[in-house]
T-cell receptor, first 115, second 112 residues
Framework: NAGVTQTPKFRILKIGQSMTLQCAQD?????MYWYRQDPGMGLKLIYY???????DKGEVPNGYNVSRSTTEDFPLRLELAAPSQTSVYFC??????????????FGPGTRLTVT | KQEVTQIPAALSVPEGENLVLNCSFT??????LQWFRQDPGKGLTSLLL?????REQTSGRLNASLDKSSGRSTLYIAASQPGDSATYLCAVPEGGSEKLVFGKGTKLTVNP
């Protein structure tokens, strides 16, 4: 099992450029999440998905878009990158069962710098 | 709105010591609580998941307790080792939702 994988590991973008962060999981989890982590600020939820074709905003969705066409993949799109989007991005997944959620599993992260 | 606080923000101990990390949350209507470990430059690794019906969960030298009514959880690490050095985060769901709210973590350093 690969678990949750993310690509790329590192990326430098110029202001105004766009890119897609890739995330995939092979655990057949129905829920997937995107977080950003900034020093001293903790993890903030950007977007999440409860299943293929269904996505919803988290706490900090501005400047990002997502799609979920399959159970396995949940890409995060950055349009018109800004320096405020410099951060470490984590993808996670979990499984809903009767009575609640199992653990959330995290990918290794993508470190993004916008200059 | 759920808020999660972790105290202390940083902790440095000598190898072999037993230690306790604290997590408090404002909304006690949770169905579980999760403890994670994060090594520098890495993702989060799940350590323990405690369901709301449980009071404790153990994994090796780690023991996590949950007191929903007081909005508190503790992570007990026995016989600490330098390899335990990392940041430890706790997370609880926002209301009854699928969204987790994270504390800012406790950075643990275990000195040989």
């Amino acid at each position: 099992n690969a678990g949750v994988t993310q690509t790329p590991k590192f990326r430098i973008l110029k202001i105004g450029q766009s890119m897609t962060l890739q995330c995939a999981q092979d655990m057949n989890h129905n829920y997937m999440y995107w977080y950003r982590q900034d020093p001293g600020m903790g993890l903030k939820l950007i977007y999440y998905s409860v299943g293929a074709g269904i996505t919803d905003k988290g706490e900090v969705p501005n400047g990002y878009n997502v799609s979920r066409s399959t159970t396995e993949d949940f890409p995060l799109r950055l349009e018109l990158a800004a320096p405020s989007q410099t951060s470490v991005y984590f993808c996670a997944s979990s499984y809903w069962r009767t009575g609640g959620f199992d653990e959330q599993y995290f990918g290794p992260g993508t470190r993004l710098t916008v200059t | 709105k759920q808020e999660v606080t972790q105290i202390p923000a940083a902790l440095s101990v000598p190898e072999g010591e037993n230690l306790v990390l604290n997590c408090s949350f404002t909304d006690s209507a949770i169905y579980n609580l999760q403890w994670f470990r994060q090594d520098p430059g890495k993702g989060l690794t799940s350590l323990l998941l405690i369901q709301s019906s449980q009071r404790e969960q153990t994994s090796g030298r780690l023991n996590a307790s949950l007191d929903k009514s007081s909005g508190r959880s503790t992570l007990y690490i026995a016989a600490s080792q330098p390899g335990d050095s990392a940041t430890y985060l706790c997370a609880v769901p926002e209301g009854g939702s699928e969204k987790l709210v994270f504390g800012k973590g406790t950075k643990l350093t275990v000195n040989p």
